[in-house]
């Protein structure tokens, strides 16, 4: 199973980027599809889950600026970000969850917000 991250880049604050995450080799409708932030120098931080039962989670930080969403068909899932300040920059993950066996990474995608 592949997973692979798109969308990321350069804008200012208060621009908007949408991250698009693909999944080669599986069927994502079973899956949890997750994204997680890595600010520089720091861990890893879960900040939207779109569950597989379609609850959908946000971070405190994003809520209200990311919206989750996913195409079945297309084993794909978005992270539209509004809003963007330059606290959002860093690297941002795609995971594709289903169990802890089951539990696919994307290699991270930069986005960057600047002032």
């Known amino acids: 199973v592949e997973v692979v991250e798109s969308g990321g880049g350069l804008v200012q604050t208060g621009g908007s980027l949408r991250l698009s995450c693909r999944v080669f080799?599986?069927?994502?409708?079973?899956?949890?599809m997750d994204w997680y932030w890595q600010p520089p120098g720091k861990g890893r931080e879960l900040i939207a889950q779109?569950?597989?039962?379609?609850?959908?989670i946000y971070a405190d930080s994003v809520k209200g600026r990311f919206t989750l969403s996913r195409d079945n068909d297309r084993q794909m899932a978005f992270l539209q970000m509004n809003s963007l300040k330059p606290a959002d920059t860093g690297l941002y993950y795609c995971?594709?969850?289903?169990?802890?066996?089951?539990?696919?990474w994307g290699e991270g995608i930069q986005v960057t917000v600047s002032s």
């Open positions: 779109d569950k597989r039962n379609g609850e959908l």
């Open positions: 995971n594709a969850y289903k169990t802890i066996y089951k539990s696919y």
């Open positions: 080799e599986t069927d994502i409708s079973d899956y949890d």
